[in-house]
């Protein structure tokens, strides 16, 4: 099953108390288009609390399977879509941990790639990094192009802080240190939070200078004029 937010939901329609879409947009799990579906058959399954209806993908005809729970209105609606593919490229959960106008641009940037907009993925990438690096800048320094404002950071914010400070964090012992030498059992929040930072770590020191290398290696392949961004 894959969510369906409620900014795709287009009309909300409602069986007894429960809220389902009338129509909603979203990428086809069968073809990939981003399409607006349109329900049908729908129908109240009480005992479950939930709303159930068919549609079918204007472009390839295949049908897909709606699911909505929740009865106090399309606020608090949860609403699943069957089978669980055709999102080329679903965000990242990261909206409580970035700025909201940062998080909003990179939502766009995912839209744009994930209906298929190329040229548009690239403006709003460019959109985002200048507001994820002139973010980390005072703001009298804001305001210079996308190359500076990350030579700026590289050079003004101490970028290896969070590793100096997870190895004071063990050194010392404490809590996390602990945790990682086996001597204390983690409940399932501080287990979390351990895969969380391994995945972090391994993403910054081993992902990300890969990537940077191989975008470099493919703007190298196809040519690309060296802008002086
Ligand atoms: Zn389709």
Redesign the pocket.
């Known amino acids: 099953m894959r969510q369906i937010t409620h900014s795709q939901v287009r009309k909300w329609t409602n069986l007894g108390n429960i809220y389902i879409p009338a129509s909603f947009s979203t990428w086809?799990?069968?073809?990939?288009?981003k399409?607006t579906f349109a329900t049908t058959q729908q129908y109240l399954d009480k005992p479950r609390a939930c709303a159930i209806a068919s549609s079918k993908?204007?472009?390839?005809?295949?049908h897909v399977g709606v699911w909505s729970f929740g009865m106090h209105g399309p606020e608090s609606a949860e609403v699943f879509i069957h089978p669980n593919t055709?999102e080329p490229r679903p965000s990242k959960p990261i909206s409580s941990l970035v700025p909201e106008a940062l998080f909003r641009s990179y939502l766009s940037t995912v839209d744009a790639y994930n209906s298929g907009n190329y040229v548009a993925t690239a403006v709003c990438c460019r959109r985002t990094l200048e507001g994820l690096f002139q973010g980390l800048l005072p703001d009298n320094e804001t305001n210079q192009t996308l190359a500076r404002a990350i030579r700026a950071v590289a050079e003004s914010v101490d970028l290896s802080e969070p590793i100096r400070k997870l190895a004071d964090v063990l050194r010392h012992g404490g809590n996390l240190g602990a945790h990682f030498d086996a001597e204390k059992e983690p409940d399932e929040q501080m287990a979390l939070q351990m895969l969380k930072l391994l995945e972090n770590l391994i993403d910054y020191l081993h992902v990300l200078p890969k990537e940077i290398n191989s975008l470099e290696g493919l703007l190298d392949r196809d040519n690309a004029p060296h802008q002086g961004a």
Not at 57 to 62: A, K, N, S
């Open positions: 086809c799990p069968h073809c990939s288009e399409v993908c204007p472009g390839c005809d295949h055709g």
